[in-house]
């Protein structure tokens, strides 16, 4: 089923695919856009702050290009403890953050923005999804990122791939939300917004 009567034009301002697989599961049209923003954070910024704050941006981003849409925006680190553990970028980095990530348990925060470029409605939200790793090797380590690669991935991981034979278990009502799109919460924001994903 498709929806093509939508009050308002629907885009994700990401560049993730794996955000537009996620949300191709609602069934709704959207566009993509690419947010260009400064995801440097600010000194002494929480975690919470800091996903909401760039959520928020990225959804804003857009708002010059789809002046009359409705934007989503979202943004996700891993958390263990007080460490924020960003996309690792190199293998090195990489294999660090799993051996910190080795037994275990690791929060994901997804920052999650729905903005009304024709009225300014914006809802943020911050959605936490909590993971236990598993005891790994170095092999198992080296193993996982040569076949994953997931160098751009919060904390190293991808749970829609490989990633999920890392885990001990999962803690949290919503598993699309470790991908970094919290489809129950926002289903919600847009039955807000007039839209309503099964009528």
Wanted: proline fraction near 7%; charge should be neutral.
């Amino acid at each position: 089923m498709t929806n093509s009567s939508l009050p308002y034009p629907l885009i994700l301002a990401s560049t993730s695919p794996y955000r537009k697989e996620v949300l191709k599961r609602l069934l709704l049209p959207f566009e993509c856009f690419s947010p260009h923003v400064d995801e440097t954070p600010h000194p002494q910024e929480m975690p919470t702050n800091l996903v909401g704050r760039l959520a928020e941006l990225k959804a804003r981003s857009a708002e010059n290009h789809h002046p009359h849409s409705l934007i989503i925006g979202s943004d996700q680190v891993a958390v263990i403890g007080d460490t924020i553990l960003g996309k690792p970028i190199t293998h090195e980095r990489a294999v660090q953050q799993l051996q910190m990530l080795s037994g275990q348990q690791v929060d994901f925060l997804t920052g999650l923005c729905v903005y009304n470029a024709h009225t300014r409605n914006c809802q943020i939200d911050v959605i936490r999804f909590g993971v236990i790793f598993r005891q790994l090797s170095f092999k198992q380590i080296e193993n996982y990122l040569k076949l994953e690669q997931p160098y751009h991935c919060s904390g190293s991981f991808k749970s829609e791939g490989l990633g999920i034979i890392l885990l001990e278990r999962m803690l949290g009502s919503d598993p699309t939300a470790i991908i970094g799109l919290p489809l129950i919460r926002l289903i919600r924001m847009l039955e807000h917004e007039g839209i309503h994903p099964i009528g």
